[in-house]
């Protein structure tokens, strides 16, 4: 479980939730309609080797300041957006943070990708 904003009044709501129980708003209908789910990287992954020690193992997802999602490394996050928006994945210590663009309805892989000189970049692959 985790707490989304209620896009009516702004509170945290669970996102299992079927109505917002501070105003009533239809919050099972509007994830169902604005759906975006990310399959993100295990630690090991994102730092390289077993990391377990050195980072927090948790990832947050933001947009415009505000916390869309928040779990471990590994795990699919899901929380909503109503149009096109730019996010920022937060992997913790020792990772550089992603910024990505996420569409509604759409599943993502996220994808650790090795340029040229070395540079660590992270990307989102579609999925269905």
């Known amino acids: 479980m985790a707490l989304i904003k209620c896009p ?10 079927k109505i917002c129980p501070n105003c009533g ?3 099972e209908m509007f994830l169902s309609e604005n759906r975006v789910e990310i399959k993100l990287l295990p630690t090991e992954k994102i730092i390289g080797g077993p990391a377990n020690f ?12 505000c916390t ?3 779990g471990r490394h590994g795990e699919t996050a899901v929380f909503n957006v109503a149009v096109p928006t730019v996010v920022t994945i937060d ?7 992603a910024r990505v663009i ?11 990708d090795i340029e040229r ?10 999925i269905e």
């Open 8 to 17: 009516e009044c702004s509170k945290d709501v669970s996102n299992k939730a």
């Open 25 to 27: 708003y239809p919050v």
């Open 54 to 65: 050195c980072t927090s193992r948790e990832t947050v997802i933001t947009a415009k300041g």
């Open 68 to 70: 869309l999602w928040k």
């Open 91 to 97: 992997f913790g210590v020792l990772a550089n943070p």
């Open 102 to 112: 996420v569409e509604p309805n759409t599943k993502y892989e996220l994808v650790y």
């Open 117 to 126: 000189y070395q540079k660590h970049n992270f990307k989102l692959s579609e």
